[in-house]
């Protein structure tokens, strides 16, 4: 699927291609025990409810086919944790390490997140629905047939970065970080506000709306060193 983009000609494509959205059929799903999170533990099929685990080592888990519902994550470390073809609802937590970590067919609602680390990851197919979420770090992380929907994102990191098929629709983008990251196919025109704190000269690949443009001309123009004066 393919939508079309502002501007084109000259030989352009003036098309974007739309992101995959997870398309989510859990199974039917028993109730976890309670126990904590073990290191490299499987999770299959499993209801966590209100459970707390903040704190706990769950580095190198794997949940398939779970829901996480009102879940706290505050310094939670799961590096290199796999969550596939799993739905979290309402979680929240500070802290929450996810470095390396692999999110494949996953639905993220109304999270409410601060500084979580999501550096080296790899997010595909993955939908972030509502919500607010702080200081996301997402450097060199690999970012395929992501969309950020409804939500509202504050100084995300996206340095050095890898996005493709990536949307933002009625999404608060405010301070983001572009540096030395790397947009295919990423589609901005649904930000508001678009804030950029840097890596505005990476946009390269990406769709913004005329008025954005008009939005980014300080930044542009700061970035190609050119003074703006009004005629005396």
């Given amino acids: 699927m393919a939508r079309k983009a502002a501007g084109g000609g000259g030989g352009t494509r003036t098309t974007v291609r739309a992101a995959r959205r997870p398309g989510l059929r859990l199974p039917p799903l028993e109730p976890h025990d309670g126990a904590e999170l073990e290191p490299d533990g499987d999770y299959d099929a499993l209801e966590f409810r209100e459970t707390d685990f903040a704190g706990q080592d769950g580095a190198g888990a794997r949940f398939m086919d779970c829901a996480l519902t009102g879940c706290a994550l ?5 590096p290199r944790a796999r969550l596939l073809d799993s739905v979290l609802t309402g979680v929240r937590g500070v802290g929450t390490q996810l470095a390396e970590a692999t999110l494949r067919d996953v639905e993220l609602v109304d999270a409410r997140l601060g500084g979580t680390q999501l550096h080296g990851a790899v997010l595909e197919r993955v939908l972030v629905r509502g919500g607010k979420i702080d200081y996301l770090n997402l450097r060199r992380a690999r970012l395929k047939d992501v969309v950020f929907e409804s939500c509202v994102l504050v100084e995300p990191d996206f340095g050095g970065a890898r996005l493709e098929r990536v949307e933002f629709v009625d999404c608060a983008l405010k301070g983001a970080d572009f540096s030395a990251a790397t947009l295919t196919d990423v589609d901005l025109r649904g ?13 390269s690949g ?6 954005q443009l008009l939005d980014l001309a300080p930044v542009l123009a700061a970035e190609l060193g050119l003074r703006v004066q009004a005629g005396e």
């Fill in 206 to 211: 990406a769709v913004i709306s005329p008025a």
């Fill in 74 to 78: 505050d310094e939670a470390s799961l």
């Fill in 191 to 203: 930000a508001a506000p678009l804030e950029l704190a840097r890596g505005v000269d990476r946009l």
